[in-house]
Structure formats: C-alpha cells, structure tokens
C-alpha cells in the first residue's frame, strides 16, 4: 500500500476549512456604549416661612412743632434762662413774660365798669319799684277825686253847689288822672332801660374777658416738651402784635417721611393684604395704615453709623397720599417715639430732626411660600418663565413656571413647583430634555 498518497488529505482539509471560513459572512459583535450624564447642583424645593422687607429713604421731622406768636405789644420782662436755638424745655415752662402792667390796669377798669353798670341796672330796678308802689297811691288817689267830682256833679245838678266847686273837682281830677297817665308811662319804659343797662353789663363783661385775655396772653409757657428751634426775642425787647418770638420741635417723637418705589412696596401689599388691594395705586391713605397693622406689618427706622446701623422701632402713621411726580414715588410716614433716648441700654444715639435715615417696613412671616434664586429663572422665546428640574429619573425636566413679586432678591413662584421637587442651580449643557442628571445636592446655595 502506498502511503504517501494519504498525506495529501490534510492539506486539502486545512484548504477547504480556510476557504469556507473566508468566504462565509463576518458577523460583527455590537459595541455598546455607556450614556454620559451631566453633574448638575441641584436644591430641594421647600416651602418656608417668608419675610419680605422693603427700605424707603427720608429725613427725621418733628413730630410736633410750635410757634411762639405774640398776641400783645408790651416790653417783654422776662425770658426763660438760657434761652437760645437748641434748649431743652419742658411743658409748662415759662418762655417769654410781657410787661403785665397795662393789662392788668385794663382788667381793673372792666370791673370797675361792670359795677357801674351793675349799679345803674340795680338803681332802675329799685326806681321800677318805687314807680309801682306810687301807681298804686295815685290810683286810689284818682279813685276819690273821680267820686268828688261826680258827688258836685250832682250836687250842682240839684242847685246846692255851685259851679265854681265843680270846676275845682273836675282840675282836680283831671290833675291825678294826669299823674297816673305819666306814671305808667314811666313803667312802661323800665323794660327798655332795663335791657338797655343789661346789654351795657354784657358789654363790659366782653370787655374784662378781652382783658383778662390779653393779661394771660403776655405770659408764653411751652406746651410741651422740646427743643428751641429758633428764637427771636430780648430781655427788654419791645414786642408788637403778631411777631414771632419762637420755634418749638417736640423731642417726645419724631416722624419719617420715606419715600418707596410702588415696585419694591407692592409684595407686601399683596403677600399682606390679599385681596382688598390689588395694586399699590389702589391704596386707599385713609385705610391701608389700618390694613397693614392689622397684618402684623412693623416699621423700623435705621441710622447709620462708622461701623453699625442705629434702629429705632417705629410706628407706621400714614400714606402721604399721592405719587411724585419727579420720583414716582410715593411717601409713608413713621413715628419713633422717645428719639433722644441714648445710652448703652438703648445702643443708639439720639435721632435729631433733620438726619437722613432708612425706614425698614417688615412683614410677619409668611408660611407657605416657595421662593427661588432670580438668576436660575429662564425666559422662553414666547416670554413665558421656566426654570430647570431634576425628575424623578435624574433626568432634565424643563419646567414652565408662574411668578410672584421678588423678595430679598429672590422671586416667589405661584405655581408651577412642588415641595421636594429638585431644582437645578447651574445651567446644564446641552439643555436638552431627558438628559441624563447626576443630581449633586447645593443646599447651600440660595
């Protein structure tokens, strides 16, 4: 047998194993890829109790001032010790004494008056009297001469008296008819006179109250306590009618015109008085003061210092009422009582009128409301507001969004955002919708 012919198998079999392998199709495994996610700062979304602040700007005024107007002419004889701009005094204190001496003789001769009209009204009273008490008299005494006359009457009828008798009773009748006529008509006069001397009392007492009050008119007292702001008069000066002798600012309070932009005023408008207003140019002055205290809204005034701020607590008193027409904004007044308080105790200095201050309007906390950084708030191309969100999934979510007013720098949103939904702080790149997110927490971020 010849074996050499079998060795030619095995390549033939290798050839045929090569050439089948060569030419059947080449199946090529797939390649799978991991997805790239995007590390994103992220910040749960909590609602929490909101403060919102808003600062006007303003300067310190008197809460009460006063003018020392001279209501007499007289030589002034005496002025408060130490009298000048800047004293301190207090109600009650005596200011400025006038020369009483005229006054006080212009009194005594309006009493002297009222007796002497008092006096004649007293004598026409006793007169009325008299009068009354004679008519009576002169009545019975006309009563017998009118029956003398009619007894020779009749005795002439008859031819026992003569003529001559008769016309002596009928003079002597007609004589105290005379008498009483005269006497009545004194009466009836009484009550003319009467109210004529009654008026005269009345005028004079007009007159001693006219001099009493110009006696009490040359002696000026503060009416409450404060500072001289400006001062005008002399020992010895003589002063006329209507001349200003002085100026008083009340140091017990002071008030704080501060003027806000109706922007930066209006989240506490609404987050505080919901639906009585809904816009700041609404503000009823007569009533918002009211509605705000009511809300638990509080006032601060701040002074600032080198290196700290002054506060004084304030009380809000009014709108001014009406928006500048230069500025566009709109005036509230405060009042901080007790200004000049100092010391360590009150860790501020005195607030003297004039100064330029802050006035801080602060509303209670608010629970419930969702706030946000501004700057991750983004503006679609039809205008509306979105913001970026991590789902769920840790994927990007793009969110539209209702917004409120700013507060503090950072804006509430109304809707559009649940509590414990996660925002993303940074802007992701590509803003793609469903791009995979590695959630990294920024809590204290805001």
Known sequence: MNLKSLLIIPPLVIGVAVYMWMTQPQQTPESSEPETSLAVRTLKVEPSPTVIRVSGYGRVESAQTWAAVSEVEGRVAEVFQGLSEGSIVEAGDLLVQVDRTDYELAVQKAKANIASAEASLAELEQQEANSSRLLEVESRILEVAEAEYARTLDLQTRGTSTQASLDTAERTLLAQRSSVTNLNN????????????????AVRQAELEEAERDLSNTTIRAPFRGRVSQEAVEQSQFIRVGGELLSLESIEAVEVVAAFQPRDFLPVAQTTLGPRLASIEEVDATQAI?????????????????????????????FRGAIDSTTG????????????????????????????????????PIDGL????????????????????SNADDRLEVRPVTLGPVVNGRVIVRDGLSEGERLILSDPQPPVEGLALIPVSAEGDS
């Open 186 to 201: 004194t009466i009836d006069l009484y009550p003319s006179q009467r109210a004529s001397l009654e008026a005269t009392v």
């Open 290 to 318: 009211n509605f705000l205290k009511e809300a638990g809204v509080t006032a601060a005034v701040r002074l600032r210092l080198l290196n700290r701020d002054a506060v004084y607590p304030a009380e809000l008193v009014r």
């Open 329 to 364: 904004t709109f005036g509230i007044a405060v009042r901080v009582n007790d200004p000049m308080v100092v010391g360590r105790a009150a860790e501020r200095p005195p607030l003297n009128v004039g100064g330029f201050v802050a006035v801080d309007i602060e509303t209670p």
């Open 370 to 389: 969702i706030t946000i950084p501004r700057d991750v708030v983004r503006q679609s191309d039809g205008g509306g507001a979105f913001v970026y969100v």
